[in-house]
């Protein structure tokens, strides 16, 4: 009777000790989440509207290369569009976002240095949009309330600190590949076959050397504009009320 009473009193024990080495081992994120899971942050992969307004939006700049020639073809065209900046980059080429905002464009937050956010922690997390926010603000004198993650990648976390650090989450529902170095003829193809009005067109304004945006871009606008779709920014888009 006394061995079982002591086998029981050591289960307790182990079970005890077992319970505060996971509590300790819990991520202070997990936590947060539980305060607060992210479900009131909105997320935005496109916006249902019925006067073909779409919305055109570049990731992963801005670039001294092929952010200026971007800007060039939307400004023929007249269109305005959404670019979510890398703070890295905007920090290594100020001039280059200071032109994308004095063109009337609309600037969103990409993170600090484009990591896997999925990896970070809730803590690195925060910190990766803080500084890419600081960073816009120091060099574009603008703040910005839509904040994409690297890859699209959504989990609790980045619901969290999105919803606590006051934005909203901008994903995409057509993806030009473009960032595959996709033939500028294939990604046309592919997004006048598949646009619909309050559509999110993902694009990129850096993808290393040979980027095949910009003549996609040529063979896009022109006809989308004959179909009488008219582009916006991010904020118009979402902002559409019917």
Same mark, same amino acid.
């Given at each position: ?90 920090? !290594?080429?100020?001039? @280059?976002? *200071? ?6 464009? $609309?600037?969103?937050?990409?993170? +600090? =240095? ?94 290393? !050397?040979?980027?095949? @945006?910009? *003549? ?6 022109? $006809?989308?504009?004959?179909?009488? +779709? =008219? ?12």
């Amino acid at each position: 009777m006394k061995n079982t009473r002591n086998h029981k009193m050591a289960a307790r024990c182990l079970w005890l000790l077992l319970s505060l080495v996971c509590l300790l081992q819990t991520p202070v994120a997990a936590y947060r989440a539980r305060e607060n899971d992210g479900s009131a942050v909105e997320i935005y992969r496109h916006k249902e509207n019925t006067q073909k307004k779409i919305a055109l939006t570049f990731d992963d700049g801005p670039h001294p290369r092929y952010t200026p020639e971007i800007l060039e073809i939307l400004d023929t065209y007249g269109i305005k569009a959404t670019f979510f900046v890398v703070g890295e980059n905007a920090e !290594h080429y100020p001039d @280059t976002l *200071e032109e994308v905002i004095r063109r009337g464009h $609309e600037v969103g937050n990409h993170t +600090y =240095t484009h990591p896997h956010l999925i990896c970070e922690n809730y803590t690195g997390l925060v910190e990766e949009i803080g500084r890419c926010e600081s960073t816009i603000y120091r060099f574009g004198e603008c703040r910005t309330k839509y904040f994409r993650p690297p890859e699209g990648l959504v989990d609790t976390d980045v619901r969290v600190a999105a919803s606590k650090l006051g934005y909203s989450v901008i994903l995409w529902n057509i993806d030009t590949r473009d960032w595959a170095h996709t033939p500028p003829a294939k990604i046309a193809a592919n997004v006048l076959s598949h646009v619909h009005s309050g559509d999110i067109i993902l694009m990129h304004d850096y993808i290393g !050397h040979n980027s095949p @945006t910009p *003549e996609a871009l040529r063979l896009i606008l022109p $006809e989308l504009l004959a179909q009488g +779709y =008219t582009f916006v920014r991010i904020s118009e888009l979402i902002g559409i009320n019917e």
